[in-house]
């Protein structure tokens, strides 16, 4: 009798371990696909309007232009405000930033210890801008599947994240990021931020995102416009001498 | 008169329920009361340095800041800075806390390996562990007036875990959470709680403390005092009950129109309970000396004889209190003084409409009252405190006299020996968390009083910041600053990270290129508005000592008139000069409150008893008895503080009572025929013992405050209870001293 109940107690286990690997599984498989989808063009470039908002009013406007390669590098060269205008960000691999003032005349090398840190006064933090790839950098598991998304539960991988989970919603049929909420490591909804995805060519590109941290009732919204991807960007483009505009 | 007291009897019924009513009414508001125990906002408006003080605090968080202070041996310790993370996360985490700043989670600017480092100055993941990295960690806090003095004492052994609770949040429910949260912690350093929400917080439980123990102590004090004296329960319920009835309905008012409970008016049931039973006394003492044939002529009798003079006590004790609205700095001081007049005139008016409409309505039985009135010719007080006053009156005037007059003279000596004290933390017990906290603060933080410097002008202008800069340097060459912090010390921070020095650059393009790293920095809403147009420089002041305080005030205000431009203007405000402006404002309200208390007192005793020098002659048994009461305060060190300051008009304010019936009964006696002796016996005799049960209950429900939590109220009711027992024995003694001489020189001289 109670070999049985052992034999069934194994057999439960077996197979509810085995749906969670099935689920797993597939929670992986969204994420890569997801990744796909974000991390599809070779390269990028475009305007970008950051616009902070506080209590549902807008702050402040900040207007840039960008260029990226892969995952890792990223330029930003700043045309508005006037006052912080020529004002370029280098992002490169491993967390290394460069800053090029045009009133201080040299890039200078800034290392960003923290990675909770607002980004240049955004309600983004270092975190939330760095992400190379989801599936490489967090443990997903499938939670729900809704008519139109799917909806998984992300652990970072990293010991220092600053979130304990991410709760993501994904496009059902094309794969790019709807919502994310952001849950502190207290387990407490800190951000959330919203993505509203359109085709370009060939490509799905954010076109808007809205982050919104909760607690301080302050928002940044980040509009991209004039993108266009694949234009074979060197990576001289991304150099330390190239933050310097050539007039200079 | 008489058509009111019929009216009361008829309409005895109607009365009682619709007092019932109207209690049920404000009872069910007292719930709504606001408890407001920060002193900040109960500062005037009129007064610049207030007004500012109130801007600046709210525009910059400064009221809104709390803090949890760990003390050890030594903060730079692994295990120490863990304990400093995880109180950070932990604060973080509560809900209607806006921010956190401590060292493990504080920005750091510093020149780098190869360029400039933006970080924390701790890496919470990655903590020091070893002595060099600790060793280096140390340097780098002890180096800049960021840190320390600010997130650390200066010797490493306390440091701090700010926070600021969020525009929409409760304050105290912040405070307490942040309180609950950290105690869970278990942490084994010494933890104290400071700042403005913890500070409001503990106040507010002290008040709270001192409402739900002292007043069920102050009743049964005043019931037991009632009990022995009147020896029947409706002498004792009568005056509790309408005492009761008039505090439920003055703090359902005060409820209803919006003001708060502060931690003076917290006191007004007590006082209302002390002063309140005495009018019911009266009346109920009235009321068992009449006689009549039905109960319809006793109640009309009683209240024909006692409704002037009751109303009149009442009136000139709501001078007492009145008085305050006119002389007060704070304003709970002002709420204090308008609320507990309305207790006063509401207890006054129930006292003459519920009792005697409780008592026609309940008459009580003829036996009762033949027992009473025996028990009224002949007791322990008439055998053995009465008889002998008025043998002393008698035998030894001027022998009483001239005790009176020494002492006098020597209580006078002790008035110029009495100290102020405006400092908050003298408000605590020894021991009480708070007050150590603040001393904490003061030994290792260089003070808990802030100051601050506000410039209008652009942030982003190299000439104002360089102003700022220098006022700093200016500021902590006074020996009562120890740090200074401002956005101008980021600046200069990040310049050198950049490769140019330490200072402002005189460049605005660079400014205003710094600003783009700096744009959201959260603790950048403590230093400069969010427009930059103005910004702070924050300090802290050491000394208690008011001198010290004037002195800066003067040392800054030179500054201020060289420095201060059209480009930049500059205004000083703090704790330190509110603190000065508190100080003489003591003194003037002091004056103010008693010489308009006096004057109003003489006048208005001076009509009731149609004679101006018996006007004067009521007084001075009071003014008598606060000169010695000032003596006192001189000799036993009890400074005068915002509790305190009140004791002398209250004082005056129910005092004056007793001259008012020992003038009147000796007017009335002498005017009937008798001669001076007959007519002092009479007086002493019946008017006496209603002063001295009043005396006794008075200060018996006023010793209550003894208890309280709050150390200006416990001097107050100290000092009230021995106001009260020298006004009594005034009255009894010295004055009627002054009318037996004052009526044989009028007899001389009419011989």
Known sequence: MSSIRISLLVFAIIIFSGTRTVFSQDA??????????????????????????????????????????????????????????????????????WLYMPAFGKPKKISLLAKSQAFTGTDFSYEDMSVGSYAQEYKAELLETRENSYILELKPDAEKSNYSKLILEVDKTNYYPIHIDYYNKKGIL????????????????????????????????????????DQNLSDEEFTVEKLVPESK | MNKIARNIYTFRWLIIILVVLITAFAGYQ?????????????????????????????????????????????????????RIAQLTDTIAGISGVYSVTSLSNMMDIQTGEYGMEIGKLIDEYDLPDTQEELDHLRARVMSKDLYRGNLISADGTATVVMFTVAEDADVREVAEAVIQKTEAL????????????????????????????????????????????????????????????????????????????????????????????????????????????????????????????????????????ISFIFGSYLTMIRDFGIFTALGTFLSAMLSLTLVPAIVSAMPPRAKAIERQRRRNRKSFMTEYILSPIKRLLYMHPKYTLTAWILLIILSSGGIFMIERSVNIRDYFR?????????????????????????????????????????????????PDILTTQSVVDIIADMNEALGEGRDIPSDRDKIEQLWFLLDGQEYLERFVSSDLSEGIILSKFT????????????????FILENSTETCSIEITGMPFVDVTMDKSLINSQFASLS????????????????????????????????????????????????TVLVASVALGIGIDYSIHIISHFDHTYKKGQDIYRSLRDTIMISGKAIIINVLSVSAGFLVLLFSEMVPLEYFGLLIAISMIFSGLGSLTLLPVILILAKRKNLLTKS
């Open chain 1, 190 to 229: 800190e951000k959330e931020a919203d993505y509203r995805y359109r085709k370009t060519g060939k490509y799905w590109n954010a076109e808007e995102v809205t982050m919104t941290d909760l607690k301080k009732d302050h928002a940044t919204r980040i509009l991209m416009t004039e993108v266009i991807f």
């Open chain 2, 30 to 82: 007292i719930p709504n009361i606001q408890i407001n125990s920060d002193v900040i906002s109960n500062l005037p408006d009129e007064d610049k340095d207030a007004r500012l003080l109130k801007e600046i605090g709210n525009k910059y968080g400064g009221n809104s800041i709390g803090m949890v202070i760990l003390e050890a041996e030594d903060i730079f310790r692994p295990e120490i800075l863990e």
């Open chain 2, 430 to 478: 020894k021991g009480n968390p708070t007050r150590v906290a603040e001393d904490i603060m003061v030994s290792k933080f260089g003070g808990s009083k802030p100051v601050f410097v506000l410039f209008r002008g652009d942030m982003q202008n190299p000439e104002v910041l360089q102003t700022m800069m220098r006022t700093q340097e200016y500021m902590k060459k006074s």
């Open chain 2, 543 to 558: 000394s208690p000592d008011n001198q010290s305080k004037k002195e800066f005030a003067k040392y800054m205000q030179e």
């Open chain 1, 28 to 97: 992986r498989t969204i994420l890569e696909k997801l990744d796909q989808v974000i991390f599809a063009p070779k390269d990028k470039q475009g305007q970008v309007k950051i616009i902070l908002m506080k209590k549902g009013q807008e702050e402040k406007v900040r207007e840039a232009f960008m260029m990226q390669k892969g995952t890792d590098k990223k330029l930003y060269r700043y045309t508005y405000p006037e006052s912080q205008a020529g004002i370029a960000t280098l992002s490169l691999p491993d967390g290394v930033m």
């Open chain 2, 596 to 643: 308009i208390a006096i004057v109003f007192v003489v006048i208005i005793v001076g009509l009731i008893l149609r004679s101006f020098i018996k006007g004067l002659f009521a007084i001075i048994p009071i003014v008598a008895s606060i000169i010695i009461l000032f003596g006192f305060m001189g000799y036993l060190g009890i400074s005068l503080n915002i509790g």
């Open chain 2, 186 to 321: 278990d942490i084994p350093e010494k933890v104290y709680y400071a700042g403005s929400p913890m500070m409001v917080t503990s106040i507010s439980d002290l008040i709270s403390a001192d409402l739900i123990t002292l007043i069920p102590i102050s009743f049964i004090v005043i019931a037991l005092v009632l009990l022995i004296s009147f020896r029947t329960a409706r002498g004792v319920i009568l005056p509790l009950l309408t005492s009761a009835i008039a505090i439920i309905w003055t703090i359902g008012i005060m409820a209803i129109s919006g003001y708060e409970m502060s931690m003076i008016s917290n006191n007004i049931p007590i006082i209302l309970l002390a002063v309140g039973s005495a009018y019911t006394i009266h009346v109920v003492n009235r009321i068992n000396i009449e006689r009549g044939t039905s109960t319809e002529k006793v109640i009309t009798h009683a209240l024909v004889y006692i409704f002037i003079p009751v109303l009149l006590a009442a009136l000139t004790t709501m001078i007492g209190f």
